[in-house]
């Protein structure tokens, strides 16, 4: 019976991060004299198209090098959706992945016997449900039988590479625990591996059991009940590590009470337990070897990357970046010790945000393109990162590699444009609350374009609000700045006649009430007036800008959809305010003045406000920006 490896994508992936330079001859040499074949879909082409082999001499692309070995199969994409309907909408993996089973299942079918070559364990249990047919395994397996067919001198370098493979596979399964139970996945993983050895009755490997120790540490901590032996093996180590649950429990609690001082109390208050709890378990690890603390360390890290990616959410929405570079750096450390590509991925966007406000282009660039290959390699939403390198890129001129990412970009705009409004969205609002109101303008732009395609009513009410807010933070320095960007962006989405027609309209009328926003207030006030005069009652400002001048007075500049932006002169003093904040005011009085010629031309404010107890304004932090992300 013909042998038919049906190979997943991230299979790929892991080769092209760890293959040497002879596994492509070496399995072609197997695949050859064993008349077995591999299978892909044209998705998989997609999602690798820009994988590289990082270990080999010039780095040549992981397609190129595998693309006569491969066959590739089109699948109708009503089978597709036939599939993932029997599976369940919740259960059902993604587009990609229900090809491959499509494909696996009909090789199956026609008398093959069919392996599946995937880490994701969903794309087992999905097709055992289904009834598909064809068996699974892992890439380091897959790899394993290879190795098994090759000459003893190419059979070592396989079989290294099958275990640095299956390492990275634990370490990723194993930094889930806290998401879903494990226990089936790993139990697959190793079965897989000494399936076609069953006279085998060697142990574990090591690495397999340190794992699994390690995740019984952190079912323990989780408050599971582990096996005795387990227990016994670990020793102390639960009871050194307990204090590390505290963490999680004042995480928690940090979304409810959300004021700029309370920000900055809970700052102070986090840092401060971290501190303690840090101290607390290094004490009792000290005396320890090395394997024990090792092992502590890998379990706590989960703990410790929520923590400083808090820390450093909260240095950020106060305006502190040098701070929140730090904590957010730790966090990405600890995010490695988990081998957790979605922490990663979530701690270097982050980080590229943080430059971005900083206008360190070239690392912004950097980090972006890693949060890319990250989101490549969990199948996550790669757009925002897409975009952003795109912009990096274009702003220290390298043309060709922006051109690349907005291209790149263009391929997932036009694949659904529900979800590239929504992300393109979420992207501007980002940019506007690190002051970059130039950038969030051209990226708002093309979320409308899509929200416009769509006739979400809802999301282009929402976009206007946005672009007519970055209209009014721009400054002449923005627009001189990021001249030529919207060229570049045009790239991400086309529009027909009809739809360019109507977009000019809506953008027509907001430059319209950008016009009028931007004229200063005729009436001004001498005298104390109630501020529900100027503001009406209840109403939310947002802060576009706080900037603090020679004198330590600071200018906050606040937006109201109907008022347009005002700047309002706050005493001397620390006041926790950054861009993003919203503002609101209670019961007190103000002045109105218009601004002077500068501050007009500057901020495009229409009126200077003075508050007579400054007390009784409230600046609040977006609580949800607080909320730390986990891969769904």
Known sequence: MTQAWVVDSNCFIHLGSMAPDTFVKDIAKILNKSNQMLYVTPGVH????????????????????????????????????????????????????????????????????????????????????????????PPSTFIQRLSSQSPSKKKGRMKSLSRRVRAA??????????????QAKLTWMVDSLIEDRPQSQRPISDDVAESNLKRALQRTLAGEQIKGNDMKRLGALPEICQPILSLDAHLSGLTSTNTSEHLRDAYDETLLLLSEVLEAIGLHLAPLDESAAELANSA?????????????????????????????????????LIDDSFAEMHAVYQLGLLAIAS????????????ADQQARLIFAPRLPYLVCAGISRHLLGEMDEAEQHIQDAHILVSADKNQAALQLMDLGEALLAIDQPGLALEVLDESMECALQIDSQEKLEILSEYILMANAAMTQTDMLQHEGLRTLLDGLNQLNSEEAEEFAKKIKAIEQRVDEHNQPFEETWKNWQPSSKLIPEAATLRVVRAEVDENQDTLV?????????????????????SSGHLLS????????????????????????????????????????????????
């Open 169 to 182: 596979e634990m370490r990723y399964a194993i930094s889930r625990v806290h998401q879903y139970d494990i």
């Open 46 to 137: 997609d999602e690798i198209r820009n994988v590289r082999f990082q270990k080999w001499s010039k780095r040549p692309n992981v397609l190129d090098e595998f693309k006569s070995l491969l066959t590739t199969v089109a699948i109708d994409d009503g089978q597709i959706k036939g599939l993932g309907q029997l599976i369940g909408e919740k259960a059902s993996p993604q587009d990609v992945d229900l090809s491959l089973m499509v494909l696996a299942s009909q090789l199956h079918r026609d008398g093959r016997e069919v392996i599946l070559v995937t880490d994701d364990f969903k794309m087992t249990t999905s097709g055992e449900k289904a009834n598909l047919g064809y068996t699974t395994c």
């Open 585 to 632: 005011f209670a019961n007190t009085r103000v002045k109105l003045a218009q601004p002077t010629v500068e501050l007009q031309e500057k901020h495009s404010i229409r009126g200077i406000v003075a508050v007579e107890d400054s007390t009784q304004l409230t600046f609040t932090a977006p609580s949800e920006d607080l909320i730390i992300e986990n891969e769904g």
């Open 359 to 370: 206008e360190k282009w070239e690392r912004s660039a950097r980090l972006f393109e890693t």
């Open 300 to 336: 706590l890290s989960g703990y410790l990357y929520r923590t400083e990616t808090a820390l450093g959410l909260m240095a950020k929405m106060s305006g502190k970046r040098e701070t929140a570079r730090l904590h957010l750096s730790r966090a990405l450390q600890s995010a490695t």
């Open 557 to 577: 500049v606040v937006h109201h959809s109907e008022l347009g932006s005002i700047g309002l002169w706050l005493p001397e003093g620390e006041w926790n305010v």
